[in-house]
């Protein structure tokens, strides 16, 4: 194999990613990289190596369904009929907890019991904050009233996600049974297969399930249920860094082209994400409604972007789903990340100099609730835990 050919594999799988097959493992890296702009190279490695060895590569076809029933109040389109029969629910035949003991015999923590409909904002909220600095250091903060609090002890690790209960949370150091699945309490799992290079972990709304990824050559993607210690596979079309629709029904891809339920079904085409998908810097999607109507995109043309390993995160560009334009929030904001909720409301948390603005909006786009916190960070403040139990 050329030099040159094997160097770019080599930056596409990582240094330090499990071995794999070398065209496996582009091709599978060749999908993520797509969702993110940076395809080219990817599919030229893939191209390359079809001619050497005679392998094929087989591309997803998108198929369009019939377009959704349009919503009045918002202009926008609703999901197709969530009783579609499932697609792209095959199997794949890996190991319930991909030969790792963490999950042996475990019965899960229980319900978190900590979503609810919220009519203004919860007393207790957890930020991630990120310094704007060379170590680029993360805490994990939490305020009471308008008290700030560490939310762990020491700093998140890498691989690091919290639920949105801001009590569990997952982190890995990288190896392949390295994952620890942990509670603000002390539980504590060890020997969880979960590989966060590329993909990250995807915590329901209700905080009892969360979309791990095993490394393997396509970093496989299955469900755990925390509440009951299940393991399930999930589609391949929506199982790298997706995002949930806030009333925990759906699961969205990362360029935001397809949503489906865990199990398959239900799937919907996302008919504006060719706006997004074809513009520069385009990272993912951050956050969505739960009629699947409106979104949250990041951009970002950094390096990091480039390489895959910046998560989106901020309300970049909120858009109409069907059509990919633009929309404005219902306030205004400086640096925002959007959390929707399941009926349709939504938290704006932005990140201004020296302070947090949050502000509750109703599906109507009225102001509900506001509150202004102390700033905690220079690179960026993140809302992640926004329930009580």
Known sequence: MPDSIREVLQGIAGDE??????????????????RRRFSAVAVAVVAALAMA??????????????????DPTTGTTAPTDPATTPQEATPTGAEADGGCSGLDGWSGWGPSASMGDLDQLPEA????????????????????????????DGEPGPGYAMAPDGDR???????????????????????VEVWTMYCKPSWS???????????????TAYLLDVATGAVSDVPAAVGCSATWSPDGEFLVSADGAVAMRPDGSGRVELAGADAWTEAAGFVGVASISADLTRA???????????????????CDRYVDTATGDE??????????????????????????????????????????DTRTL????????????????
């Open 17 to 34: 990613g499990p071995s794999q097959d070398l065209a496996a493992g582009a091709y599978r890296r060749a999908r993520t990289i797509r």
């Open 53 to 70: 060895g005679g392998a094929t590569a087989s591309i997803i076809d998108r198929d369009r369904v019939e377009p959704p029933v349009g």
């Open 125 to 152: 909220l957890v930020f991630l904050v990120r310094q704007d600095d060379l170590d680029g250091l993360e805490t994990l903060v939490r305020f009471d009233g308008q008290t700030p609090s560490n939310a762990i």
């Open 169 to 191: 949370f997952i982190s890995s150091n990288g190896g392949t049974c390295d994952g620890t699945l942990e509670t603000a309490g002390g539980e504590r799992i060890d020997e």
């Open 205 to 219: 709304p209700d905080s009892d399930r969360v979309v791990l990824n095993r490394a393997d050559p396509e970093s």
């Open 296 to 314: 949250c995109l990041h951009f970002d043309d950094s390096e990091a972007a480039a390489s895959g390993h910046v998560d989106a995160e901020r």
């Open 327 to 368: 929309l404005a929030l219902p306030v205004a904001a400086q640096h925002p990340n959007v959390v929707f909720l399941a009926d349709g409301s939504m938290i704006v948390c932005d990140d201004q100099y020296g302070q947090i603005v949050l502000t509750m909006v109703d599906a109507e786009g009225t102001v509900m």
């Open 374 to 389: 102390e700033g905690q960070g220079s690179g960026g403040t993140f809302l992640r835990g926004y329930y009580t139990g």
